[in-house]
């Protein structure tokens, strides 16, 4: 396990270079400079060309873009992640308060989702052709079409302004620190974010279950005699849940850079919302370390699920 760990990681430093020279470049190719961003628009007009060449001497912005390049990656592997354009905030401190809101949303969403999608699709899979079975698949077909802003907006409309259930939006009101108050803040786009991807483990889940109904070995059990829910669930479930895995692991980082619509629906202070908020301001250096964090989340998220499907399913080998 630890070789084939360590095998894992050294395969992804290339991945990460490739990917990080890729966002630079990127980076590189948007209109202006980021002497273009420090100064607001009305008093660029009235700096001279030489005081802006002079900045951009200063901030070593003449430089060939490959030496911009490693210059920005030295900085960045000593912690350095530069400064926010719209108010001068440490890019890094801005991650720290806002990781592990979207984090907190995430995870809850996740379990939400895992645990009713897999019950819901082992359930469907069990009574494949009941009624049960047809009013299940209908209402993943909905999941999967219903928007993400929809429901939240459906959901803010019903149990917070209609009902007054829960708060409209925001993590936690100032001054409130009791895990009750903030559970109330986090039920609703935790709740929508985590309906909307029920849906997919379920249909996930029941395809698989059904495929592993069919195997060789769930019938040598079935013939021995076993109990119809441990040949189920014990059998059938955990080589069943196998892909669902696969398709869990993926979705944790995918949900962190991507939770936008979500968390700015419901005001939720997190990386979605301060994404969205940069890409408006056209504040690129924090756009930029958000989507690079995003892709190292999900090259992270690969290797755990390398070890989790292994570790669930014998007949995968670690090489």
């Known amino acids: 396990m630890l070789k084939f760990s360590l095998k894992k990681i050294l395969a992804m430093i290339p991945m990460a270079l490739v990917i990080s020279f890729l966002i630079y470049l990127g980076l590189e190719l948007t209109p202006g400079d980021a002497v273009s961003y420090m ?7 009235n700096v001279s060309p030489e005081k802006l060449e002079a900045i951009r001497e200063l901030y070593g912005l003449n430089d060939p873009f490959i030496v911009r390049y490693f210059r920005w990656l030295l900085q960045m592997l000593q912690g350095n992640f530069g400064f926010s354009l719209t108010n001068g905030v440490p890019i890094k401190k801005i991650l720290l308060e806002t990781y592990p809101a979207t984090l907190e949303l995430s995870v809850a969403a996740l379990l939400i989702s895992t645990l009713l999608g897999s019950f819901l699709g082992i359930v469907s899979a069990i009574r494949r052709g009941s009624i049960a079975d047809n009013a299940l698949t209908v209402a993943g077909m909905l999941g999967v079409s219903i928007p993400q802003f929809f429901l939240g907006m459906v959901s803010i409309l019903l149990f917070a302004l209609q009902l007054k259930w829960l708060p409209i939006g925001g993590r936690m009101l100032p001054g409130q620190t009791d895990l009750i108050s903030h559970i109330r803040f986090l039920i609703l786009p935790a709740v929508v974010l985590g309906v909307t991807l029920t849906a997919g483990v379920m249909r996930y889940s029941r395809s698989s279950m059904l495929d592993t109904m069919n195997k060789d ?11 119809e829910w441990r040949v189920n669930l014990i059998h059938g479930f955990r080589v069943a ?7 869990i692991g993926f979705r944790l980082p995918m949900l962190i850079g991507g939770s936008v619509v979500i968390e700015t629906i419901f005001q939720w202070p ?9 890409v408006r301001g ?7 370390m958000i989507a690079l964090f995003s892709v190292f989340a999900v090259l992270f ?3 755990l699920v390398d070890i ?8 995968v080998k670690l090489h």
């Open 39 to 45: 100064i607001p628009p009305d008093q660029l007009a």
């Open 217 to 227: 070995y769930i019938r040598t059990a079935r013939s021995k005699g076993l109990p």
């Open 241 to 247: 849940i196998t892909p669902v895995v696969v398709l």
């Open 270 to 278: 997190g990386i979605g919302n301060a994404f969205n908020m940069a």
């Open 282 to 288: 056209q504040n690129y250096p924090l756009v930029m």
């Open 301 to 303: 998220a690969s290797l």
């Open 308 to 315: 989790l499907t292994a570790a669930l399913d014998p007949r």
